[in-house]
C-alpha cells in the first residue's frame, strides 16, 4: 500500500498478535514522511524471535538474583539508551561488628539473657588514735602508737615522716626512735590510716655555759691598730675546757688562763686584715669539751674613713 506526502500511517490498534517467544511491540505513531521502521529497530525494545517447537527463546534479558534488573545478552539493562553508564551492581550488606571471618550481623542480646554478678565492696580501714601524742628520751627506744581500727584484724596503711624513726611491728604499731645527739629538740609525724600522730623527743641534757662579756667591738685607727680584748667563759663541765671558733681569719683568739671552771681568751683583730673603711659584724664560738651545746659572742669591727 503507497503512502502519500503529507499523509501519516495508522498501524492497527486491536491487539498485537501473539508469537513464540513474547508478544509483539506495540503500534508505533509515525510522523508524515518518516519511513516505517524495520522489526528491532524502535529504542527500547526488544522484537521477539521466531523459535523452533520445544526450544527455548533465546537471547533473552537474564533474571538477577534480589530482584535485581535484568541484564541483556550485550550486558546492559533492556531500554537504556546508549552511552548512558550503567550503575554498580548490587551488594550484600556487610556487617563489620559481627564475628571475625563470619560476615554474619552483631548478636542482640535477648531479654533475660544478662546475667547480674554481685561485686563485694571493699573494706574499709579505719583507725582511731586513743593519744595524739607523745615525748621522748633522748636515748630514744621502742614505743607504741595506741591505735584501735575498724573492722578488727585490719591493717591500715601506716607512713613515717623522719628517718631517725623506724618501724619495728606494723601489725601493733611498735616504732623505735634513734638517739638524740643533738643540742635541740626535734619532733615528728606518724600516719596511721587517715590520722597522725605526734612525737616529741628532747636533746641530752647540756651543761651550763656562760661568757662576758655578752659583746666585743673594736675600732680600728687609720694605721690598722687596735687594742685587744679578753672573754671569760665558764661551764659546768669537770674539765672547764672550750674549743674556740672565730667568725673570721682575721679574728684572733689566744687562751691565757683555766682556773676554776674558766677559760680566758684574749681576742684582737690582725693589724694587716685589710679592711677598708666601714663596719664589720663576726663572732666568737665557744662550746665546751664533751657537748654540742656553743656559745657565741658578737664582735663588731668598725674602720673609720680616709678623711
Known sequence: MALGTGSAMQLPTNSPPTISGG??????????????????????QVQPQMQPPGQQPQNQPQAMPGGAAPIG???RMPGLPPGVPMGPPAREPAYDSGPRG??????RPTPGSITRTNVPKPITCTARL???RTNLPPNGGEFTVPAVVTPAGCAPAVALASPWVRTVDAATFRFQADA??????????????????FVRQEPP????LAAAPSRLTFGLD???????????????????????????PWLTLKPRRNKDQRQTYEVSVQRNAGLGPGRYDTFVELTPSGSTNAIRIPVVVEVPGAN
Request: hydrophobic share 35%.
Open 205 to 208: 641534757a647540756q651543761p651550763g
Open 130 to 132: 586513743e593519744l595524739a
Open 73 to 75: 545478552p550485550d550486558g
Open 23 to 44: 508478544p509483539v511491540a506495540p503500534p508505533v505513531q509515525l510522523a508524515p514522511g518518516v519511513p516505517m521502521p524495520m522489526p528491532g529497530q524502535v529504542q527500547g
Open 102 to 107: 563470619t560476615g554474619l550481623p552483631p548478636a
Open 222 to 248: 687609720k694605721k690598722g691598730k687596735t687594742d685587744s680584748k679578753r672573754i671569760t667563759a665558764w661551764t659546768e663541765n669537770g674539765a672547764g675546757k672550750f674549743a674556740a671558733r672565730p667568725g673570721h
Open 180 to 197: 638524740n645527739t643533738s643540742n635541740l629538740v626535734r619532733d615528728t609525724l606518724i600516719s596511721v590510716g587517715e590520722t597522725s600522730f
